[in-house]
């Protein structure tokens, strides 16, 4: 699938792919959750997200107006896989959106930021990130080196 360039993929993730949402949004991708009891009035109103790409497995799900790809695949590392080649999405952006409430994440001074990280993390990294929305703090560990791994093996 082409894209604008300059332009990275939105994403909305229909209610089976939680998992997968959080993984895109680790990676720098914004990604909407649309929950089971969102679903309905969410369908009723597909045509309001022409701009982003609807991850679903209901294939009884058909829309001229919004892009659609059909993923059957229940684990989310698959899950992932797949659509990291699909799309060819990259690391660039990691740590850019809070995993769970899809909002941008800032920067944030070590120092100052000092008694909401777990001693051992200020012990060993200098980078920090926040969510303004829910104030979880982010820092590059072992989840996202392992995340980066299984990036790279995508691509060997
Ligand atoms: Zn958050």
Redesign the pocket.
Known sequence: MEFEKGKLPEFICDSMFGKLAKWLRMIGYFVIYIKGTERKNFLNNIDLFREKIFITKDKKIKNENIKIFYLDEIYVEKQFKIIVKEFSLNFNNAFTI??????M?LKKDKESNKEKIPAFVYKNFDEFYE??????IYWKGSHFQAMQEKLKAIYL
Do not use: D, F, T, Y
Not at 98 to 103: A, D, I, S, Y
Not at 131 to 136: E, V
């Open positions: 809070c995993m769970e409430c899809n909002e994440l969510c303004k929305k829910c104030n979880r």
